[in-house]
T-cell receptor
Framework: DSGVTQTPKHLITATGQRVTLRCSPR?????VYWYQQSLDQGLQFLIH???????AKGNILERFSAQQFPDLHSELNLSSLELGDSALYFC?????????????FGEGSRLTVL | AQTVTQSQPEMSVQEAETVTLSCTYD???????LFWYKQPPSRQMILVIR??????QNATENRFSVNFQKAAKSFSLKISDSQLGDTAMYFC???????????FGKGTRLHILP
């Protein structure tokens, strides 16, 4: 158990809908990272927050948004969903503001868009 | 653009054999960190080993070791005395302070055969 909690574990929804994925980092970790894992695409970096502030952004679609709250949990909002958004979404946390240390990953949220 | 390439999509070896997974990366930075992460069928990502680019000595963690060739921008993972529990997807990743993102390769699926 990494100490990172992601909910929901599985989610099935329809095109055009909006979903929110939630991540609670390990106790004491201030950094939260979001990644998207699609078939044959490895892990695509979406966004990194540190202590409530956005630190780095990857190729995150405009339909996607994220935030980190004062209690350090984070949410990833996906809207106007398309079939291609079906993927495993991982949250990871670390204590550092920079990505030099170990990332602790959650079990992921499997999103299926029908 | 900074990239990570894993040229072996899939590999199979017999239990107790030694296997080497390849990874090359491209960056113009001098300060960076390299990682190997393992994703078993349970899908939770786990850090295997970490290497700081300014250290010439190759990192070792029990049966796992790396061959870090900085000039060649190569970072291979060697697994000695492979075990059935090593069956997993292995991802090479790196971080630089230029982008402040941890970039992952597409992964190598490793099967350890009994």
């Amino acid at each position: 158990d990494s100490g990172v909690t992601q909910t929901p574990k599985h989610l099935i929804t329809a095109t055009g809908q909006r979903v929110t994925l939630r991540c609670s980092p390990r106790s004491g970790d201030l950094s939260v990272y979001w990644y998207q894992q699609s078939l044959d695409q490895g892990l695509q970096f979406l966004i990194h927050y540190y202590n409530g502030e956005e630190r780095a952004k990857g190729n995150i679609l405009e339909r996607f948004s994220a935030q980190q709250f004062p209690d350090l949990h984070s949410e990833l909002n996906l809207s106007s969903l398309e079939l291609g958004d079906s993927a495993l979404y991982f949250c990871a946390s670390s204590v550092d503001s920079e990505g030099t240390g170990e990332l602790f990953f959650g079990e992921g949220s499997r999103l299926t868009v029908l | 653009a900074q990239t990570v390439t894993q040229s072996q999509p899939e590999m199979s070896v017999q239990e107790a054999e030694t296997v080497t997974l390849s990874c090359t990366y491209d960056t113009s930075e001098n300060n960076y960190y390299l990682f190997w992460y393992k994703q078993p069928p349970s899908r939770q990502m786990i850090l295997v080993i970490r290497q700081e680019a300014y250290k010439q000595q190759n990192a070792t963690e029990n049966r796992f070791s790396v061959n870090f060739q900085k000039a060649a921008k190569s970072f291979s993972l060697k697994i000695s005395d492979s075990q059935l529990g090593d069956t997993a997807m292995y991802f090479c990743a790196f971080w630089t302070n230029r982008d402040d993102k941890i970039i992952f390769g597409k992964g190598t699926r490793l099967h350890i055969l009994p």
